[in-house]
């Protein structure tokens, strides 16, 4: 089972940029597909992106499309989320969660971190 720390949240202004990072333990990290997703205050979690296990193939939602930048290091046992031009409808706690099935299915993701925090301000 794939164990998952998020970390790189903060506190930004609109227009600014973050890099989440998701470090991972477990035999299965290079196998598994990666994926990002995010619940604000008041809703429920949505999906952001996500990486096929090989990391050629990538998944966004529109709301971030042209925005955000998922990728992934094997070897380091790592995946990113770099953020660009953030807006304050961004703000959220971010999870990482491994999939064994399917990057382009969200209802596949499981094995969660616990989130970071971002805020963006206005």
Known sequence: ??????????????????RLSCAASGRTFSTSHMGWFRQAPGKEREFVAT???SG???????????RFTI???NAKNTVYLQMNSLKPEDTA???????RTSFRDPNSF??????TQVTVSS
Not at 13 to 18: D, F, H, I, M
Not at 56 to 66: H, N
């Open 1 to 18: 089972q794939v164990q998952l720390v998020e970390s790189g949240g903060g506190l930004v202004q609109a227009g600014g940029s973050l």
């Open 51 to 53: 990486i096929a296990w």
């Open 56 to 66: 050629g193939s990538t998944f966004y939602a529109p709301s971030v499309k042209g």
């Open 71 to 73: 990728s992934r290091d």
């Open 93 to 99: 706690v971010y999870y990482c969660a491994a999939s």
């Open 110 to 115: 499981g094995s969660w971190g616990q989130g």
